[in-house]
């Protein structure tokens, strides 16, 4: 069974950093897509960031470009979300997520994980 488990979450000062991971297991064929989506409460779950094998490019939301930062770490089978100059709009549960073809967009993903929680307050 593929798992995705998403952790780094927490509460943070606005202005403040944290970092997310998400460890991939139970998944031995390639992925082609990896990515970092979020939902606030009462808004429908959006792209943050993806990492896309079929072009090797990583992409950002325009709302988090310039301060989020994703990478991978292949050996560890693990994404990670650098977040900096966090503002309370960032608040959201943070979900990992892979897809099979390359596609990054909210449904296009295959495999999600739980999910972590960052409140980002003022």
């Known amino acids: 069974e593929v798992q995705l488990v998403e952790s780094g979450g927490g509460l943070v000062q606005a202005g403040g950093s944290l970092r997310l991971s998400c460890a991939v297991s139970?998944?031995?064929?390639?992925?082609?897509?990896i990515g970092w989506f979020r939902q606030a409460p009462g808004k429908e779950r959006e792209g943050v960031s993806c990492?896309?094998?079929?072009?090797?490019?990583?992409s950002y939301a325009d709302s988090v470009k310039g301060r989020f930062t994703m990478s991978t770490d292949n050996a560890k089978n693990t994404v990670y979300l650098q977040m900096n100059s966090l503002n309370t709009e960032d608040t959201a549960t943070y979900y990992c997520?892979?897809?099979?073809?390359?596609?990054?967009?909210?449904?296009?993903?295959?495999?999600w994980g739980k999910g972590t929680l960052v409140i980002v307050s003022s």
């Open positions: 990492f896309s094998l079929s072009d090797g490019r990583t």
């Open positions: 139970g998944f031995t064929m390639d992925y082609y897509a």
């Open positions: 997520a892979i897809e099979v073809f390359g596609e990054c967009g909210v449904n296009d993903m295959d495999h």
